[in-house]
């Protein structure tokens, strides 16, 4: 099964029932089709759209889209207030730059 490109999962617990984890991607129905086949893990899907949102919430975050999405340019330390992780896995062209970094 292929993995969706953006996803992320809070960590704050270590049994992993416990763990709010979500998976958003540029198609919620691919989210969903991906979400469908890992019952076990419990995951809920997010709209893209509300990235900023679920970015707020999340201790960490798993980045693979291939281009940074829009509102990355809004972005500022108010969305990082949790503290989160940030694995970005597109290493050709990675969105999480310099300039969003500093804001961080």
Same mark, same amino acid.
């Given at each position: 099964? =292929? +993995?969706?490109?953006? &996803? $992320?999962? #809070?960590?704050?617990?270590?049994? &992993?029932?416990?763990? #709010? &984890?979500?998976?958003?991607?540029s198609? +919620?129905?691919? @989210? /969903?089709?991906?979400?469908?086949g890992?019952? /076990?893990?419990?995951?809920?899907?997010?709209? $893209?759209?509300?990235?900023?949102? /679920?970015?707020?919430? *999340?201790?960490?975050?798993?980045? *693979?889209? #291939?281009?940074?999405?829009?509102?990355? *340019?809004?972005?500022g #330390?108010?969305?990082? @207030? +949790?503290?989160? $992780?940030?694995? /970005? *896995? =597109?290493?050709?062209?990675?969105?999480? =730059?310099? !300039?969003? !970094?500093?804001?961080?």
């Open positions: 099964m =292929n +993995s969706p490109p953006f &996803s $992320i999962f #809070p960590v704050r617990q270590r049994d &992993s029932r416990d763990w #709010p &984890s979500t998976v958003s991607t198609s +919620s129905a691919k @989210a /969903e089709t991906f979400v469908k890992l019952p /076990e893990y419990g995951f809920r899907v997010a709209p $893209i759209e509300t990235f900023r949102e /679920e970015l707020r919430r *999340a201790d960490l975050l798993v980045y *693979a889209l #291939p281009a940074a999405l829009d509102c990355f *340019a809004e972005l #330390p108010e969305d990082f @207030a +949790s503290r989160p $992780i940030v694995l /970005e *896995a =597109n290493y050709r062209d990675p969105a999480f =730059n310099g !300039l969003l !970094l500093a804001r961080m």
